[in-house]
């Protein structure tokens, strides 16, 4: 597939490297020299220095009919400018169109309808935020089969009643409800469990439950935390106001932040909530505000090495819990649990949208996990597959890579056992350590 990406920031930049991994013909348009000689030296990434909105440069990219458009740039106005020329002059295929905050979000489809998806990374943050501090101790939260069923990581701790003890014992513990772990991380190493594998303190488990049963396996995991009532959140531009204005019914909240302007455009958005106009990380004036009684600091700035200083400071503190936005891939590797406790990725939550959109097909789900070392997906069983049809999942085989722990037929969903047979029609979430993982499973069925 040809793919044009307009913007080769932290977001264009890892759609890029990610979609020209999976044998596309990958193309960025950007007119910041120093983003072109940083994506050049990517294998399988063409670039072109450029404004994205201008008729000439796209024309330049040679986008027809067959070719699947990214509109990603840090610019509302430019994305949708370049969107309405690519479609109206080219003819462009399949168009997605990045909306950095608000101010087109009622007129987009009105003026752009041909666009096949609008894809907004700050309310994918707050949604994903808001999950997050409404079920205390999950470090990742993703929806599947339409929002049915989410797949929920948590850490293993002593006080956790399955700690110490072999997974099928779960069921003695939970005997009204089923659930699955389709994988736990130990350290770096992915472990796709059996009944046998017993649960160690510090595992990253990853389980599958509806909603109304996170807090029910979270127990089996880790004594289950408090529900949070204070909520301090570092940066009021649109993530910290989109945040604040989801979750001001529920939590008592402060907004902080050291811009003056950017404080009074939020104080006049956000009429009941505290806006503070002050440094986030002053450690004088989180004393002066409490910071030891918070339970949860969210740090929300456009800038990763205040994010993760504000998130230290905050915990060394006594803040009970960090939840810190981070773009930059460098720092998942420097900054461990022990020192945040929740880092969201805005770059892995962006890709993992894009990505459903782009594979298509069987494929209406996929989301980036492990902060993007793994992923889970939901296929279409269809004649695209057919060779699923009437296997059962011991039949697949699976090696220690892959798994399958839930299918939905129908209006019912029901955790995968060997013996559960696959039907046409049926939706699989699988999890899988990485792509080329999945590409020889789908292959090897199609």
Do not use: W
């Not at 990853?206 to 880790?222: G, N, P, R």
């Not at 004393?287 to 998130?311: A, G, R, Y």
């Not at 905050?314 to 406790?341: E, P, S």
């Amino acid at each position: 597939m040809k793919i044009v990406i307009l913007g080769g920031g932290s977001i264009g930049g890892s759609v890029a490297s990610e979609l020209s991994s999976e044998d596309n013909d990958v193309f960025v348009i950007d007119n910041n020299e120093e983003i072109i000689a940083q994506l050049e030296t990517r294998e399988g990434v063409s670039v072109i220095h450029g404004n994205a909105s201008s008729p000439k440069v796209l024309e330049s990219a040679s986008i027809d009919e067959k070719t699947l458009l990214l509109c990603l740039t840090d610019s509302e106005e430019v994305n949708l400018l370049s969107s309405i020329i690519a479609k109206t002059k080219f003819n462009a295929g399949s168009v997605i169109c990045r909306l950095t905050g608000s101010t087109f979000a009622d007129i987009a489809k009105e003026i752009a309808p041909f666009v096949d998806y609008f894809i907004n990374p700050e309310d994918l943050i707050t949604e994903e935020i808001k999950h997050l501090l409404h079920h205390p101790g999950s470090l990742e939260i993703l929806d599947f089969i339409d929002n049915r069923i989410k797949l929920v990581s948590v850490y293993a701790k002593p006080s956790g009643l399955l700690v110490g003890r072999q997974i099928r014992d779960l069921k003695e513990h939970l005997p009204n409800y089923e659930t699955r772990i389709p994988a736990i991380y130990r350290g770096e190493e992915l472990i796709i469990p059996t009944g046998d594998t017993v649960i160690n303190e510090g595992d990253e488990v990853f389980f599958i439950a509806d909603e109304k049963h996170i807090e029910d396996v979270t127990v089996e995991l880790q004594k289950l935390e408090s529900r949070y009532k204070d909520i301090f959140i570092a940066g009021c531009g649109n993530i910290g106001k989109s945040l604040a204005k989801k979750i001001f019914n529920d939590f008592n909240i402060k907004v902080i932040d050291k811009d003056t302007k950017k404080c009074e455009d939020a104080a006049e958005e956000l009429e009941n909530v505290l806006i503070l106009n002050a440094d986030a990380a002053d450690k004088d004036f989180l004393s002066s505000e409490n910071i030891d009684d918070c339970d949860v600091f969210v740090t929300v700035t456009q800038d990763d090495e205040i994010n993760v200083l504000c998130s230290l400071m905050a915990k060394r503190m006594g803040v009970k819990k960090t939840i810190t936005i981070i773009n930059k891939q460098a720092y998942f590797d420097i900054v461990g649990k022990d020192d945040l406790d929740i880092i969201i990725s805005p770059v892995q939550i962006t890709i993992s949208h894009i990505l459903k959109y782009v594979r298509r097909g069987s494929i209406f789900n996929v989301h980036k996990v492990k902060k993007g070392k793994a992923e889970a997906i939901e296929l279409n069983v269809d004649e695209r597959i057919s060779k699923l049809i009437g296997k059962t999942i011991a039949e697949l085989d699976l090696d220690k890579n892959i798994n399958i722990p839930c299918i939905a037929s129908g209006d019912e969903v029901k955790m995968a056992h060997g013996i559960t047979e696959i039907k046409e029609g049926d939706h699989l979430l699988i999890f899988y350590k990485d792509k080329e993982v999945f590409e020889n499973f789908y292959n090897k069925h199609k």
